[in-house]
């Protein structure tokens, strides 16, 4: 499901790049393709998952410790119905808390770190969506990045930066739980609120609303919904095409 967690993650990207002040095109790009990335991390809790392997030992190092610390949460915070499990994949980095927790991190370690850290934050989120999405992304989304660095304004842009950089991780991990949800396994993204004796209650939708990763629903209908929604939503573009769709009408007016 790697590639369908990083598109999505591009459209809410996309969707939220303008709320957090980055409106021009090559902004929303980068800020979309840092979202996608990270839409990927929460999947670092797996020592197969794309996250996982991208830096070899160094990600297989953190993968082996966030597998340990899920573990050790889930063994101390389980409800009297939560099922018998190891707490690693498809836990503590799958909640709402897991989210917030890091983009705040992000945020404040940006603003601390200066342009190393930021660089750092976004070619590692443009690494992990180029190893989902293709290599496209690294001339793109590290292309627009580039571009908005050198015509920023040093002090106020790299304030602007520093935040967005926290919102774009946020987003795109919990982007990445929304799509968990969707899926026969479900998700505990609202850990620790207790559900039916459950902390860890794995919400997911009416079973016919379900899909099972890999398969038929999700590579013949969601993947291509969101490829085309991936394209409308860059800034720009569905102006041009109602422009276009126009142009024919106004000249057989006239």
């Given at each position: 499901?790697?590639?369908?967690?990083?598109?999505?993650?591009?459209?809410?990207?996309?969707?939220?790049?303008?709320?957090?002040?980055?409106?021009?095109v090559?902004?929303?790009?980068?800020?979309?393709?840092?979202?996608?990335?990270?839409?990927?991390?929460?999947?670092?809790?797996?020592?197969?998952?794309?996250a996982?392997?991208?830096?070899?030992?160094?990600?297989?190092?953190?993968?082996?410790?966030?597998?340990?610390?899920?573990?050790?949460?889930y063994?101390?915070?389980?409800?009297?119905?939560?099922?018998?499990?190891?707490?690693?994949?498809?836990?503590?980095?799958?909640?709402?808390?897991?989210?917030?927790?890091l983009?705040?991190?992000?945020?404040?370690?940006?603003?601390?770190?200066?342009?190393?850290?930021?660089?750092?934050?976004?070619?590692?989120?443009?690494?992990?969506?180029?190893?989902?999405?293709?290599?496209?992304?690294?001339?793109?989304?590290?292309?627009?990045?580039?571009?908005?660095?050198?015509?920023?304004?040093?002090?106020g842009?790299?304030?602007?930066?520093?935040?967005?950089?926290?919102?774009?991780?946020?987003?795109?991990?919990?982007?990445?739980?929304?799509g968990?949800?969707l899926?026969?396994?479900?998700?505990?993204?609202l850990f620790?609120?207790?559900?039916?004796?459950?902390?860890?209650?794995?919400l997911?939708?009416?079973a016919?609303l379900?899909?099972?990763?890999?398969?038929?629903?999700?590579?013949?209908?969601?993947?291509?919904?969101?490829?085309v929604?991936?394209?409308?939503?860059?800034?720009?573009?569905?102006?041009?095409?109602?422009?276009?769709?126009?142009q024919?009408?106004?000249?057989?007016?006239?």
């Amino acid at each position: 499901m790697g590639r369908t967690h990083a598109l999505t993650g591009w459209c809410a990207g996309l969707v939220a790049a303008p709320m957090v002040g980055a409106g021009s095109v090559h902004q929303a790009v980068a800020f979309a393709a840092t979202t996608a990335g990270f839409a990927l991390l929460p999947d670092l809790d797996h020592p197969g998952a794309g996250a996982s392997r991208l830096l070899g030992p160094v990600t297989g190092a953190l993968s082996w410790l966030l597998r340990r610390v899920s573990a050790a949460l889930y063994a101390l915070t389980k409800g009297p119905r939560d099922e018998k499990h190891t707490g690693t994949h498809r836990h503590m980095s799958h909640t709402l808390l897991f989210a917030l927790g890091l983009g705040a991190l992000t945020m404040w370690g940006t603003r601390a770190g200066g342009w190393y850290a930021v660089a750092g934050v976004v070619l590692f989120g443009v690494l992990l969506a180029a190893d989902a999405l293709g290599d496209w992304l690294l001339f793109v989304g590290g292309g627009a990045t580039v571009w908005w660095a050198m015509t920023a304004s040093a002090a106020g842009e790299l304030q602007q930066l520093t935040g967005w950089l926290g919102v774009a991780v946020a987003v795109g991990c919990f982007t990445h739980c929304l799509g968990d949800a969707l899926t026969e396994s479900g998700c505990p993204f609202l850990f620790p609120v207790p559900i039916a004796g459950e902390t860890w209650y794995e919400l997911r939708p009416p079973a016919f609303l379900r899909f099972r990763t890999g398969k038929r629903v999700e590579n013949l209908l969601i993947f291509p919904v969101f490829v085309v929604l991936a394209i409308l939503l860059v800034p720009g573009v569905w102006q041009a095409l109602t422009g276009l769709l126009e142009q024919p009408t106004v000249q057989a007016g006239q």
